[in-house]
């Protein structure tokens, strides 16, 4: 028994469902507060340290920032997410769920640490979502603003080259929520990662066996190694006689020694 089946098996009454749901509301009530200029989105920033000088609800309020503030776009980025996060709650079961988001959570908070004068953002907690769900449903077809359609492997692509590019060339506060971004999805899907390596792997060697075979002559002159691939207009013939049975050109059919005779 795995560690998070003992986990589950012991604290599953604390698991919370419909927690994409949670998060979805929470984000447009803030938005809607902050459109009608009771706060601002300043006073949501996860900036550790801020945090340190007492504003403790900011560990909170920074999950509540929209990932966008257009109202088209966050429309459909709240869409999105609560498609991607219930699917994801449907293939786990609430527990599992709830400890992916809480890893990225709790990984975000850590890194943000690193660099205690710059704000966090909780994209990186949404992008880990983004990333298990087309992981697990690679065909899966979504349709940018409702009209173009797309395979979700296609947008985890550029996700995972746009997160390379923040870890290579991005500052130590992109590296390190890109790391705390993809450590939940390795923690959950590294086996599954290895397996299909490995997998692939085994098919490319099968592959190149049987192109190699396909390469190779039916028929080869045990005497001058000749084959229907150097000359397409030799004959071959096989003598029952040798041990094993031998091929030969007709040229060196006649008068040839029995290979294994006396």
Same mark, same amino acid.
């Given at each position: ?81 609560? +498609? ?17 988001? $809480? ?38 077809? $979504? ?32 590296? +390190? ?75 060196? $059919? ?9």
């Amino acid at each position: 028994m795995s560690l998070l089946d003992k986990l589950e098996r012991r604290f599953r009454r604390f698991a919370i469902p419909q927690l994409t749901l949670y998060i979805v509301v929470g984000q447009v009530v803030f938005y809607g507060l902050v459109m009608a200029g009771v706060i601002e989105f300043e006073q949501m920033l996860l900036i550790p340290g801020i945090v340190l000088q007492g504003e403790v609800w900011r560990l909170i309020t920074f999950v509540l920032i929209p990932p966008v503030t257009e109202p088209i776009f966050v429309i459909f980025a709240w869409y999105l997410f609560y +498609l991607m996060g219930t699917a994801l709650e449907k293939h786990w079961g609430v527990f599992r769920y709830n400890i992916y988001l $809480l890893i990225a959570y709790l990984t975000t908070i850590a890194m943000s640490f690193f660099t205690p004068g710059l704000a966090a953002t909780n994209a990186f907690i949404g992008g880990s979502v983004f990333l298990a769900f087309a992981f697990l449903y690679p065909d899966f077809v $979504l349709y940018l603003f409702f009209i173009l359609p797309i395979r979700i492997k296609w947008l985890a692509l550029v996700t995972w080259i746009g997160y390379f590019l923040s870890f290579v060339f991005g500052g130590w506060s992109g590296r +390190l929520l890109v790391l705390a971004s993809i450590l939940n999805f390795l923690l959950f899907f590294g086996k599954d990662i290895i397996r299909k390596v490995k997998y692939g792997r085994r098919h490319m060697v099968r592959q190149a066996k049987e192109y190699s075979r396909r390469d190779e002559p039916l028929h080869r002159c045990v005497i001058c190694g000749a084959t229907e691939k150097t000359d397409r207009k030799l004959e071959f013939r096989y003598c029952g006689q040798c041990r094993p049975v031998a091929c030969y050109c007709m040229e060196h $059919l006649k008068d040839h020694e029995h290979i294994g005779g006396e």
